[in-house]
Every structure is written in structure tokens, then in C-alpha cells.
């Protein structure tokens, strides 16, 4: 069974900084695509950022200039760099992986880290 670990996760004042990881274990395959989201409390869960096997970022407009993701596809692990926090982007941070073959479309998620920004 494929499983995601989210880390990174904590307390920081606002303008502050935080690097999540994530790292899959479970599998011999290669994501397609790895990314981030968040969710805050009443709120849907929102896509921050993914990247492609190949290295395509995609960036929702409020990380955009301030976060930035990485990946090793050969570790299976992802990272978001997140600089110039603002309350607002306190939320529980998902990582999440999506594998497409032959079968179909699945995707994986983490159990999630908590990020909260506040003085």
C-alpha cells in the first residue's frame, strides 16, 4: 500500500518561513505528478502547488513569488518552500501523488501537517 508522510509542519510568526516534505514509501512507481494542498477549518481543500514528473509547476495564484515546490523523482519525495507567510495560509497541508498507468487514474494522500502563522 502506497503511503504518503507529510513533515515540516509547525508555528511561525507571519513573514516567516517553513519547508514541508513529503515522502512516499510503499510503491516502485513513479508519481506523475506530486503537489500540496490545504485546507483550513471551513474552508474546501484548495490545490497550492504541484509538479510534474517531467518538472511543470503549477502554482495556485496566492503562492505564486512566495512558495516554491521540488521534487526527486528518485526518492519519490516532494518539498514546498514557503516564504513570506501570512495568516491566511494557516491550514492543515496535505501532500498528495497521482499515479496514472494503463488501469486508470489513482490518487494518494497524506494525513496532513498543520501550518499556522501568527504573532
Known amino acids: 500500500q502506497v503511503q504518503l508522510v507529510e513533515s515540516g509542519g509547525g508555528l511561525v510568526q507571519p513573514g516567516g518561513s517553513l519547508r514541508l516534505s513529503c515522502a512516499a514509501s510503499?510503491?516502485?512507481?513513479?508519481?506523475?505528478?506530486m503537489g500540496w494542498y490545504r485546507q483550513a477549518p471551513g474552508m474546501e481543500r484548495e490545490l497550492v502547488a504541484a509538479?510534474?514528473?517531467?518538472?511543470?509547476?503549477n502554482y495556485a495564484d496566492s503562492a505564486k513569488g512566495r512558495f516554491t515546490i521540488s521534487r526527486d523523482n528518485a526518492k519519490n519525495t516532494v518539498n514546498l518552500q514557503m516564504n513570506s507567510l501570512k495568516p491566511e495560509d494557516t491550514a492543515v497541508y496535505y501532500c498528495n501523488g497521482l499515479r496514472m498507468n494503463g488501469l486508470g487514474r489513482y490518487e494518494h494522500w497524506g494525513r496532513g501537517t498543520q501550518v499556522t502563522v501568527s504573532s
Open positions: 509538479i510534474t514528473s517531467g518538472g511543470v509547476m
Open positions: 510503499g510503491s516502485i512507481f513513479n508519481f506523475n505528478r
